[in-house]
């Protein structure tokens, strides 16, 4: 049983898009996983087709109609965790994409308009989810990127290389900087502990560009990997 994705939508035709492409378009085209996009407006029972109406109490915008949404919902779900992509929602994290992936699949209910009849929502149980702090212009970018970082979790995606990088960003830190050949290019050394096969001090010294770069860059992470060494240090 491969991880099933079902998008609701009113522009179907987006999907795949990148998701057809590279890793995540190979475990496609392999059957390690599978993507159905539906058109919310194949709900609609009125002769124009509607999908949405002006907002009661006034205001900009309109509002995508409870009754479409219910039913376009009620024809998709089969008990795998469903999601109404929408600013106002919990960030989606790193630990959102490794509890999906072991999981049977996803429901993603995208937006348009100023979004969708609260009702809908709170009567479907579908948990409102947004992928950070700027603005969209609907759900169907932030359900690509969820299934981008769901899907490269899937058993057979990755090698093993990159699944014991995982554990290193499960560490909480930015990662160090990368450098291939030439050894100098443009006037620019590689940083010389990197071409001494000396491997105790190039882990150490990754580890220390990695602290550097959090604390500089990250706040927050820092002070969350720095609590959780705290927090593991041997007791005087
Ligand atoms: C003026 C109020 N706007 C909220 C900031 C209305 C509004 C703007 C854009 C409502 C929805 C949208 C479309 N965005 C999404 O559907 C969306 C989204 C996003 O904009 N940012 C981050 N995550 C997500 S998930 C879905």
């Known amino acids: 049983m491969s ?5 609701l939508t009113l522009f179907p035709k987006m999907f795949p898009g990148p998701l057809g492409e590279s890793l995540a378009g190979r475990a496609l085209a392999t ?5 159905d996009a539906k058109d919310i407006r194949a709900h609609t029972t009125d002769r124009h087709r509607s999908v949405d109406d ?3 109490g006034g205001g900009a915008g309109m509002v995508m109609r409870p009754d479409v949404i219910a039913a376009a919902l009620a024809g998709a779900r089969d008990g795998r ?7 106002r929602g919990r960030v989606f994290t790193q630990a959102d994409a490794e509890n999906l992936a072991a999981g049977p699949g996803v429901v993603l209910l995208c937006g348009r ?7 809908a929502i709170d009567s479907s149980g579908a948990a409102e989810i947004s992928i950070g702090d700027y603005v969209l212009s ?6 690509m990127v969820m299934l981008d970082t769901i899907v490269r979790l899937l058993p057979g995606v990755m090698g093993a290389a990159e699944s014991a990088e995982e554990e290193s960003f499960a560490a909480g830190l930015l990662e160090y900087p990368h450098y291939t ?4 290019w443009n006037g620019r050394a590689v940083p010389e502990v990197l071409l001494s096969g000396n491997h105790a001090a190039i882990a150490a010294w990754r580890r220390a560009e990695a602290e550097k770069l959090t604390r500089e860059r990250r706040p927050d992470l820092w002070a969350a990997y720095t609590a959780a060494i705290a927090s593991t240090a041997p007791r005087p």
């Open 3 to 7: 991880f099933r994705a079902t998008i």
């Open 31 to 35: 059957g390690v996983w599978s993507l």
């Open 54 to 56: 002006t907002p009661f």
């Open 81 to 87: 965790p469903t999601y109404y992509l929408t600013p």
């Open 113 to 119: 308009y100023e979004g969708i009849d609260q009702r």
């Open 138 to 143: 609907g759900g169907e970018l932030a359900a």
């Open 181 to 184: 050949r030439p050894a100098e």
